[in-house]
C-alpha cells in the first residue's frame, strides 16, 4: 500500500552544510489516478535561515536583554531554593533536640516514677516501725 501523506523529519546537524536543517518529502500524484503516487519531491529545508534573529523581527541586543532577564530570574529562584534549603535543615534539627529533649523528659518522668515508689514503699516501712515504737 502506498503512502499518500507528506512526512517531515527532526531538525538534525548536517556535516555538509555546518547547519541544522529537517528534511520534508511529498508524494508526487499520477495526473491520472490521484491515488497513485508516481514519485516523491524531497527537499532540505536550512533551519538556521529560517530561524535567524533578522527574519524573525528581533534583534540580538533584545535577544540579550531577554538571556539576561532569564538569568537572573533563574538565580533568583536558585536563590530562593537554597534559603528554602537552608531552613528546611534547621527545621529538621529543631525536630531532631525535641524529639531527644521527649525521650530525656520521659526517661526522667520513669525515674521520678520509680523514686516516687520506692520512697512510697520507705515512708510506709517508716510508719510501721515508728508503729512499733508507740505500743
Keep these: 500500500m502506498q503512502k499518500l501523506t507528506a512526512w517531515q523529519g527532526v531538525p538534525e546537524f548536517d556535516e555538509s552544510t555546518q547547519t541544522y536543517a529537517i528534511q520534508v518529502s511529498v508524494p508526487v500524484l499520477d495526473p491520472q489516478d490521484a491515488k497513485k503516487a508516481i514519485g516523491v519531491l524531497v527537499v532540505g529545508l536550512n533551519l538556521t535561515r529560517i530561524a535567524t534573529p533578522s527574519l524573525l523581527g528581533v534583534s540580538t541586543t ?3 536583554v531577554a538571556v539576561e532577564q532569564q538569568s537572573k530570574v533563574t ?4 536563590d530562593t531554593f537554597s534559603t528554602i534549603q537552608q531552613a528546611n535543615g534547621r527545621i529538621a534539627e529543631q525536630l531532631q533536640d ?3 529533649s521527649a525521650h530525656s523528659t520521659s526517661a526522667g518522668a520513669s ?3 520509680g523514686a516516687s515508689a520506692t520512697l512510697s514503699s520507705a515512708s510506709t516501712q517508716l510508719g510501721q516501725l515508728v508503729g512499733n515504737f508507740s505500743t
Excluded at 75 to 78: K, L, M, S, T
Design 98 to 100: 525535641m524529639q531527644s
Design 62 to 64: 533584545e535577544i540579550a
Design 111 to 113: 525515674s521520678a516514677q
Design 75 to 78: 538565580r533568583q529562584f536558585a
